[in-house]
C-alpha cells in the first residue's frame, strides 16, 4: 500500500490581500506565501504597496479584503482576527524603535514573559550572538547606528516568533556597514530558524538576503522566483530596469523575426506587423576597435556589430561607463567596462550584443 505524504502548509500564506485608500487599491489582490526557515524579499519601488503590505501581515492595519495563514491556521480574514502580540509575528521598523528610557538589556527583554531573571538570560543570549552583552546595561543613545539595529533584531527574536517581518531595516545605516550587517542579520535569522519577509527598494540587498524575491508595482506582484531567475529571465521590460541600466532597441516583427542594426532577432509569439522592444544591459555589450570603418565579423553569439562614436566615458571605481551615439539612427546607447577604459570624445567604436543575454517583449503603447 502507498503512503502519500502531505507536503506542510506554508509558514505564511496571504490570500488576495486587498488595502484601498480615497478609493484606489494600494494593494491589490496580492497572494504570497513563505516556506519554514526561508528568506523572501518583497521588492518593489517606493510606494507600490509593500510597507502597507507588510504592516497588515503584522496587524496594525486592517486588509479590505483577504486572509493571513500561519502554518495553515487562520489568523485574520475581515471577520476573524487573531491579535498581533499572538500571531507569532515580529516586526523590525526601519528607525528600530528602540525605548530609550530602557536599557539595552530591558529593551531586548521587553517583549518576554516569565520571571526576571529567565528574561535577562535570554535577551543577554542574545547579545552575545551580536556581539553586545557588554551593553546590556547601557541606553541606546550610547550605541551607534550599527549597534542600535542589532539590539532591534534581537528585541524582535526574543520572543521566537515563527515569522519575522523587516521593513528597510538597513536603510539608516552607513554604506560601508550595510554588507557585513546584512550578513550577520541573515546568519541569525537562519540560526533561529525564522521565516522572513524583508521589504526593501534595493535589488542589490534582495539579491544578497532572499531566497525568493516577490517583485512587486503599482499594489501588485508582478513577478516571483529565485534571484538568479528573477535576474535572468524577467517578466518584462521593467522588471529588467528595476535591477540594472538597460539599453532598449526597437523593431517591427515579420515573419518572427526584428530587423535592427545589430542584425536579425528572433520574436516567437508576436503577430506580424507588431512592435517589439529588444532590452539588452550595459556589461552585455563588447567593445570593438575601428579598423579603417570596419569593424568584427558577425558571429551567431554576438550578432552583427554596429559602429558608435563615443560621447561620454566615466570611471566609476570598478568598472567605466562608456556612453555612444550610434551611426544608425542617433541613438544613445551605453556599455560598462572592468577596470579603467576611458577613450575620448568622438572615438568611433563598434558594438556588439550578446544574443543570449537580451531579452525581447511586446512594445507596451
Not at 502548509?9 to 490570500?15: D, K, M, S, T, V
Not at 543577554?124 to 550572538?129: G, H, N, S
Not at 545589430?262 to 522592444?277: I, N, S, Y
Not at 551615439?325 to 567604436?349: C, E, S
Request: glycine share 10%.
Amino acid at each position: 500500500m502507498s503512503v502519500t505524504h502531505q507536503r506542510p502548509p506554508p509558514r505564511l500564506e496571504i490570500r488576495d490581500f486587498t488595502r484601498r485608500f480615497d478609493g484606489k487599491a494600494v494593494v491589490d489582490n496580492v497572494c504570497l506565501s513563505i516556506e519554514p526557515g526561508h528568506v523572501t524579499c518583497l521588492l518593489g519601488p517606493s510606494g507600490c504597496g509593500k510597507s502597507t503590505t507588510l504592516r497588515m501581515i503584522a496587524g496594525v492595519e486592517m486588509q479590505d479584503s483577504g486572509s493571513i495563514y500561519v502554518d495553515g491556521a487562520l489568523v485574520c480574514d475581515t471577520v476573524f482576527r487573531v491579535p498581533p502580540e499572538r500571531r507569532s509575528i515580529g516586526l523590525m521598523f526601519q528607525d528600530f524603535a528602540l525605548f530609550p528610557h530602557l536599557t539595552v538589556g530591558k529593551n531586548v527583554a521587553f517583549g518576554l514573559t516569565g520571571s526576571g531573571a529567565d528574561k535577562k538570560v535570554r535577551a543577554k543570549a542574545l547579545l552575545d550572538r551580536v556581539g553586545l552583552a557588554h551593553y546590556i546595561d547601557e541606553f541606546p543613545h550610547h550605541l551607534s547606528g550599527g549597534e542600535q539595529q542589532r539590539v532591534a533584531l534581537a528585541r524582535a527574536l526574543a520572543p521566537k516568533p515563527k515569522i519575522m517581518l523587516m521593513d528597510e531595516p538597513f536603510s539608516g545605516l552607513d554604506n560601508r556597514l550595510r554588507d557585513g550587517i546584512r550578513d550577520e542579520t541573515l546568519d541569525l535569522l537562519k540560526e533561529e530558524g525564522a521565516s522572513v519577509l524583508l521589504v526593501t527598494h534595493e535589488p542589490e540587498e534582495a539579491m544578497r538576503m532572499a531566497d525568493e524575491i516577490a517583485l512587486m508595482r503599482e499594489g501588485r506582484i508582478v513577478q516571483r522566483g529565485a534571484p538568479y531567475n528573477i535576474f535572468n529571465a524577467p517578466a518584462d521590460k521593467e522588471a529588467v530596469a528595476f535591477f540594472s541600466d538597460i539599453n532598449v532597441l526597437r523593431g517591427r516583427v515579420e515573419g518572427a523575426l526584428t530587423d535592427t542594426p545589430f542584425g536579425r532577432f528572433l520574436a516567437p509569439g508576436v503577430p506580424d506587423g507588431a512592435e517589439v522592444e529588444i532590452v539588452f544591459r550595459p556589461q552585455h555589450v563588447s567593445i570593438d576597435f575601428d579598423r579603417h570603418g570596419k569593424g568584427p565579423n558577425p558571429t551567431l553569439i554576438a550578432g552583427t556589430p554596429a559602429r558608435g562614436v563615443v560621447e561620454r566615458a566615466r570611471f566609476m571605481g570598478s568598472e567605466s561607463l562608456v556612453e555612444f551615439r550610434m551611426d544608425h539612427d542617433g541613438q544613445m546607447l551605453k556599455a560598462t567596462v572592468p577596470n579603467v577604459f576611458l577613450p575620448k570624445i568622438g572615438t568611433p567604436l563598434w558594438l556588439s550584443v550578446r544574443r543570449d543575454r537580451c531579452f525581447v517583449f511586446p512594445a507596451k503603447s
